[in-house]
């Protein structure tokens, strides 16, 4: 997986354009930056140091970047990964878990007996009635679990080559 080939580009950022394509990313199970308010300079280090390709429609910063930058031109969101799609190959993201779309943590499964009392806070009485599985984020805590928007979630990235997926429960046990 980690051969440095550019066409398996699993660590990406993507620059502040491109806030909702970082979203969708995350839920493919790419590790994707999304940074904002960074000068061209903090960008390009983030990128080196840490062996992320950066998507961006900026010409002067792809060029810069030269081999770490991947352009996409495209407005849309589902342009944009139909654009990206045709650069690298995305179902190389297919066995990563979807990442936390708000800040890219790594999720991981918990059953309902584990949950704490302040974790029960953070999830609707109505979908703990029904939901014996959750998803936590290791970095920011926020919860998600399976709703009905899963099928279009998987439905749109199918359509681009990327897999939707979810932690393992598991492979939390120790
Ligand atoms: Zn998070």
Redesign the pocket.
Known sequence: MNGGHQSTAEKLICDEMLGSLSRWLRLAGYDVLYLRDMNDDEVIRAAVDEGRSVLTRDRELSRRLGERSITIMALTLDDQLEELSRIINTSESAGYPA???????V?KAIGKDDLSKENEKMIPPRVLEIRDLYYK??????FYWRGTHIKGIKERLSRYGMVFSLPDPEQNIL
Not at 99 to 105: D, K, L, P
Not at 137 to 142: A, I, L, P, Q, V
């Open positions: 990442r936390c779309t708000i800040c890219n943590g999720l984020c290791e970095t920011c805590d926020h």
